[in-house]
């Protein structure tokens, strides 16, 4: 099972991308019998399958064969059972008509399995240094098979992080990104562990250190009657294994941290890096919001004492054309900051005990060349940015 690396941007909900999206997703029918995919949308037309797949994705070789079609029998024995006794626990034999394999060994690479992790790269082609980057420790890959016989199958891989954090941030950076989760391509919340998601035959779920990525293999079926199917049989899973997993399934502090009003569904993005990219201010979550037209975005850095927070605070107001605001809580920073060749986008920032606070732009819905109109109808003025500052560190 080969991970395909992530080539198509998710900026935004536009046509292109939702095509590309739906690229990616008929690849990874097609291509890999058990493939970790990004998750998609709905609602894609077929043209814009073709229309979506450039000539360079196109040329990237036969898919494999697929997977043998399972007996009719294939479960009457209650499934098989998990050959990785560390991780056995979490996987229940049966689930929505489906078994584990009882022919397919499971595989497990890095701490006290028989393979190395250097081999997730394998799995995962292009995109292992990023799990690697998140603390990923240990990857057991399993798979169910239909009792009912056929070629249906449900792939897991589960992935033991150092930390919360990263396993958290490893979540939200599949279901996120480096897009726009109001965006018609981000999947949708479902029930299981600590947070999960589905998509168009995928599921994401997180608890404690833990991230499983669930996909549901079907190459007989079109890609409407897969998402139907896979609906039937990946919740239940997803509840299933979030029951089963250890850990707490409480979000990290600075997720935590995140009001709650107007964020959108599954809009949380955990940085285990400096935040911002500015070097020093450390890990903390982004929570996307939307009131009307209105789209801003409201970070959120938790430190370990006051002195902490404190820093992070003094290290934003270094930063070039950063100035010192009055009338929030011990005082506050604006600066305005800037993604690749995108516009600029304004940040107030204040500091509530140990917990320093941000409300910004959403540079998703801005582009280069709008009208100060356009600007304004999207955006916060500094005033209302500030008055949701206020807000945070009042109740802080």
């Known amino acids: 099972m080969r991970f395909p690396p992530e080539r198509c941007s998710s900026r935004g909900p536009s046509s292109a991308h939702i095509a590309r999206a739906a690229c990616r997703a008929s690849r990874a029918r097609r291509a890999a019998r058990g493939r970790v995919a990004r998750l998609v949308g709905a609602g894609v037309l077929a043209a814009a399958l073709s229309a979506g797949c450039s000539k360079k994705e196109e040329r990237q070789g036969a898919p494999p064969p697929p997977a043998p ?55 995962f082609d292009g995109e292992c240094e990023i799990y690697k980057g998140f603390g990923v420790r240990r990857v057991v890959e399993a798979r169910y098979v239909s009792g009912a016989g056929g070629t249906a199958t449900v792939d897991v891989h589960l992935s033991k992080f150092g930390s919360t954090e990263g396993a958290y941030g ?48 079907d190459e007989a079926l079109a890609e409407a009657t897969l998402k139907a199917a896979s609906e039937k049989v990946l919740p239940g899973l997803v ?26 569904p599954l809009g949380i993005r955990y940085e285990t890096r400096d935040v911002l990219g500015v070097d020093g201010a450390g890990p903390g979550a982004f929570g996307y919001y939307k009131e ?32 010192r605001e009055k009338g929030i809580g011990g005082g506050a920073v604006r600066l305005m900051h800037k993604e690749g060749e995108g516009p600029a986008t304004e940040w107030l920032f204040a500091r509530a005990d140990k917990a320093v606070y941000g409300v910004g732009d959403e540079s998703r819905v801005l582009r280069n060349g709008m009208t100060a109109d356009e600007h ?3 955006t ?11 807000k945070l560190v009042a109740a802080r």
Request: charged share 25%; aromatic share 6%; net charge negative.
């Open 376 to 378: 304004a109808k999207v």
């Open 292 to 323: 009307g037209d209105k789209r801003y975005r409201v970070l959120a850095v938790v430190r370990d004492d006051v002195d902490q927070a404190k820093d992070v605070l003094s290290t934003l107001a270094k930063q070039p054309g950063a100035v």
């Open 239 to 264: 509840k299933e294994m979030g029951e089963k997993l250890p850990g707490e399934p409480s979000l990290p502090p600075a997720a935590l941290a995140l009001p709650g009003d107007s964020r959108i």
């Open 69 to 123: 079609a399972a007996r009719p029998d294939a479960c009457a024995d209650g499934g098989g059972t998990l050959n990785d006794a560390a991780s056995a626990p979490f996987f229940p034999r049966t689930t929505g008509g489906f078994c584990l394999d009882p022919n397919g060994a499971a595989k497990a690479f890095g701490e006290s399995a028989p393979l190395p992790l250097d081999s997730i790269c394998d799995m």
């Open 380 to 390: 916060l003025e500094k005033d209302a940015k500030a008055a949701r500052l206020k």
């Open 170 to 217: 490893m979540f939200t950076k599949r279901t996120v990104g480096d897009g726009d989760p109001a965006d018609e391509a981000t999947p949708r919340p479902i029930e299981g562990g600590g947070a999960a998601a589905m998509g168009i035959g995928n599921a994401y779920l997180w608890r404690g250190q833990y991230l499983a990525e669930i996909t549901y293999n």
